[in-house]
């Protein structure tokens, strides 16, 4: 194992998991010295059920002062401060929140105008900004991907003067996050499915790009193992609540190590077709993945080689051969594409060209792909991407992935020729 | 047919700690002092810290931070609550708001002591002396380990005066792991430190706290006592090793902090104050021995155990039966390695220690009195395992 030369990893988040976690808040309230939560979440929450289950396991043992229930799928500012409006009305002291990526981030942010009794959420944004402990939060995930009850960020849109804030500090992480398997058991198969793959692919970039470390490697290994034991099982039978346990466990342990290592190429192409298109994240990992593996292949092989063990078994890992390990470990994650895409009737999609709305219309136009490369140039997560990418890299790995044909490792070594210096945007 | 991971049904895990690790790791405090609201920190270290020139080696790392630290190089090896009431005035009347600890035991424990009554008042020492009796978080609190620790350094426990104290609120902000001050002294306290941290991470990967979180601190600190211990025997100017080693010890305590100590500690504990040998030493020695009991009686996460000993290669090449036993073997041959390369100053077995036969029952009757899970006979077996070999 390579020791980096220099590392820091953090994770202050208190972690419950069980079948029954969720009946562990009022004690853990109480040792925060809070009682009188409001409840922040969404309509989808609610319209699952899933906020009575949290409610009956918990309100004999506290007082729930506010159930918000109307965070939009978008974080944005005006409900942010309309929301911290509501806990001050109420007399709440604490915050608990269920739900996916933008409930958790606007549960942070409505803590930052809580705890600092300020109007002006702005004035808290970029790192460090905040210096003490925030009112206590406890987050309760309702997906099996996001990892983002146990990250320290928080991304609040103001859509009126469409400005997009991220907020970074350590005590904008959870005091608590619950992970109860009776929060995924009703999740419908192709969000089952890009979650899941979601979670796999914070793992595999932890794992596989610059930033990574021994413990975010552990971290990483441990989800992956969860990942390949239990999605394919959960997809065919929902109601496997050690299933789900198991995926719910593996997303958090993808939260956290890609919350330290940082990711590469897939997230930020996965963010540029996320804000170009609409496209969920959970889908644009699943369908990027397999890609960025291939594109960094040159670089770090040895490390996608080493995925096979967890993601295959003792077995398979001692019968392929070390040279083609990595190029298995690429085929298997397609396979598992695959398995979703039989098992969702579709809905999974493997390319982009694959992915629809509601309506069932193309999500991505293959006419956008060079607004998203465009797009891809200015997200940070690039940065530790092993292998470096212009607008032509990005392009070209869209292109593929949109029609779904694989890159040709073999071929790479080319693309990475000084050529590269010589094309320019 | 696959060995499928391990998932409890009902698990917890809470590691406040922050681990800053390698090059100029010490550089960041003042940074990371801010990030914590602290901006005057009061640095209380051992003499030999200063006597080996650690405590020079913080003051330079603050040089250009423009924070003025306070240094007491004075914390005697068994400190008292006098010490820790000048320690307390000192830091009321001067107007420190942190505290960082250089090197393990009693200065650790000192640290963690002194936090309890700046985060209060010093009468609140008594009160907390017990489990989970400290009800709030503590002001902030930093570690720099030394290769020198007992391993308890970062993990929940303290031991000052004759009680102990066991509260999450024990463990530090931040643990900063500086090659310059993971060098180490000599080749015994070296391996017993970090047979100590084995110890307590092997417990907690095969034991029945076991849970993923902890297990990955678990996995990855056995995995870097394996691949550096016997080469820092062997070079002890190894400066990555040592780092690593440090690390291991770091992380073993966050493991060991969240699951309940294990027979191994228990049993060493009691054995190493009866036979006065490092602590350290006696759950290495008897590590591998209880292991083998476990395994006949089932229940533990023993064949798992052979990946962060041996790696995914010779995991993967070893029948699923003979997993187990290939792990406790590569324990005994540790031990044999350790013992070869430093020309047998690490004892082996506990014969090698010059201990005799007759303090055998009076071990396994203080390891049975402290709640060792095994009862009398099985520890009287397992602690002549330990004297005699296999």
């Known amino acids: 194992m390579d020791m980096p030369g220099y590392y820091e990893f953090c994770c202050r988040v208190k972690i419950i998991s ?9 004690d853990t309230l109480a040792q925060l010295n809070a009682g009188r939560p409001m409840i922040v979440t969404d309509k989808g929450v609610v319209g699952a059920g899933l906020i009575d289950i949290v409610v009956n396991a918990i309100s004999d043992g506290v007082n729930i002062r506010a159930i918000a229930d109307d965070v939009p799928s978008d974080s944005d500012l005006r409900i942010v401060n309309s929301l911290a409006r509501l806990y001050r009305e109420k007399g709440c002291d604490s915050l608990i929140a269920i739900g996916g990526g933008s409930v958790m981030d606007t549960a942070k942010g409505i803590n930052i105008v809580v705890s600092e009794e300020a109007d002006d959420l702005m004035k808290f944004s970029g790192a460090n900004a905040l210096k003490r402990a925030l009112r ?94 239990n999605l394919l099982k959960v997809m065919v039978n929902p109601g496997d609540k050690k299933g789900r346990l198991c995926m719910s466990s593996a997303a958090t342990l993808a939260g956290i190590a890609f919350g330290n290592s940082m990711v590469g190429m897939v997230h930020t192409l996965g963010h540029s077709v996320g804000s170009v298109c609409g496209v969920p994240h959970g889908a644009c990992m699943a369908i990027l993945l397999p890609y960025g593996l291939e ?63 509601r309506e069932g219309k193309e999500m991505v136009a293959k006419e956008k792909l060079p607004d998203i490369a465009k797009t891809a140039l200015s997200d940070g997560s690039i940065f530790y991407n092993p292998e470096d990418l212009d607008y032509n890299d990005f392009l070209m790995v869209l292109e593929v992935a949109w029609e779904g044909t694989p890159l040709n490792p073999r071929s790479l070594s080319s693309i990475h020729s000084p050529s590269s210096i010589i094309r320019t945007t | 047919m696959r060995l499928l991971m391990y998932l409890p049904e009902h698990y917890e895990f809470f590691c406040p700690v922050k681990i800053n690790s390698g090059n100029r790791a010490l550089e960041q405090i003042p940074c990371e002092l801010d990030a914590l609201n602290a901006r005057k920190p009061l640095v209380i270290a051992g003499k030999d810290a200063g006597e080996r020139g650690l405590v020079d080696v913080i003051i330079d790392a603050f040089k250009d931070s423009g924070i003025a630290i306070g240094i007491f190089d004075g914390v005697p090896a068994a400190p008292d609550l006098k010490l820790i009431k000048e320690l307390f005035n000192i830091y009321r009347d001067r107007g420190y708001d942190a505290v960082i600890a250089v090197g393990g035991g009693p200065v650790a424990d000192t640290a963690k002591m002194l936090n309890i009554a700046v985060s209060g008042k ?46 999450h609120f024990l463990m530090p902000h931040l643990a900063v792991i500086d090659p310059r001050m993971t060098i180490p002294e000599d080749a015994v306290t070296t391996a017993a430190t970090s047979l100590a941290a084995l110890s307590h991470a092997v417990e907690a990967y ?45 992380m073993a305590a966050c493991a060991f902090s969240n699951v309940a100590p294990g027979v191994a500690h228990k049993l060493g504990k ?43 290669e010779a995991y993967a090449s070893t029948a699923e039966n003979l997993r187990a036993r290939k792990a406790v073997d590569i324990l005994h041959d540790l031990l044999k390695d350790l013992s070869a390369v430093s020309g047998g100053v690490i004892p082996r077995l506990w014969k090698d220690a010059q201990v005799s036969e007759d303090t055998l029952q009076d071990i396994a009757q203080k390891a049975v009195g402290v709640g060792a899970s095994f009862d009398m006979d099985g520890c009287v077996k397992i602690v002549r395992q330990a004297r005699e070999g296999r």
């Open chain 1, 136 to 229: 206590p939060l406890i987050a309760i995930p309702t997906t099996a991907g996001t990892g983002s009850e146990v990250t320290l960020v928080a991304v609040i849109k103001d859509h009126e003067k469409h400005l997009k804030m991220a907020f970074v500090s350590n005590f904008l992480l959870p005091d608590v996050a619950v992970v109860d398997s009776r929060m995924t058991l009703t999740l419908p198969p192709a969000i089952t499915a890009a979650t899941g793959m979601d979670a796999l692919s914070h793992a595999v970039e932890a794992y596989t790009c610059l930033s990574k470390n021994p413990l975010s490697d552990a971290h990483a290994l441990a989800a992956i193992r969860l990942i390949s034991d």
């Open chain 2, 270 to 312: 009691v054995m190493g104050d009866v036979c006065h040998l490092h602590p350290g030493l006696c759950m290495g020695m008897l590590l591998p021995h209880i292991l083998e009991k476990q395994m006949s009686e089932g229940g533990y996460h023993i064949p798992d155990l052979l990946l962060p000993l041996a790696g995914f």
């Open chain 2, 122 to 167: 010093p009468e609140d020492i008594e009160g907390c002396a017990g489990e989970n009796l400290i009800k709030r978080p503590l002001r902030p609190l930093i570690i720099v380990p030394t290769l020198a620790g007992t391993g308890y350094e970062v993990s929940k426990y303290a031991f000052f005066d004759g009680r102990s104290y066991e509260s």
């Open chain 1, 295 to 357: 594109y960094n292949m040159h670089k770090n092989g040895h490390l996608t080689a080493e995925l096979l063990f967890p993601l295959a078994g003792p077995e398979v890992y001692a019968g392929t051969p070390n040279e083609e390990r990595a190029e298995k470990v690429i085929a298997l994650i397609r396979r598992m594409n695959q398995d979703l895409y039989e098992a969702t009737g579709g809905r999974h999609a493997r390319f982009f060209k694959e992915v629809l709305d």
């Open chain 2, 206 to 250: 095969t034991g029945s706290g076991k849970n993923p979180l902890a297990d990955a601190y678990a996995y990855t600190a056995i995995q870097l006592i394996m691949e550096h211990l016997v080469n820092v025997i062997r070079n002890q100017r190894d400066r990555n090793g040592s780092l690593s080693l440090a690390n291991a010890h770091a």
């Open chain 1, 18 to 26: 069980g079948h029954d976690a969720m009946e562990k808040i009022p």
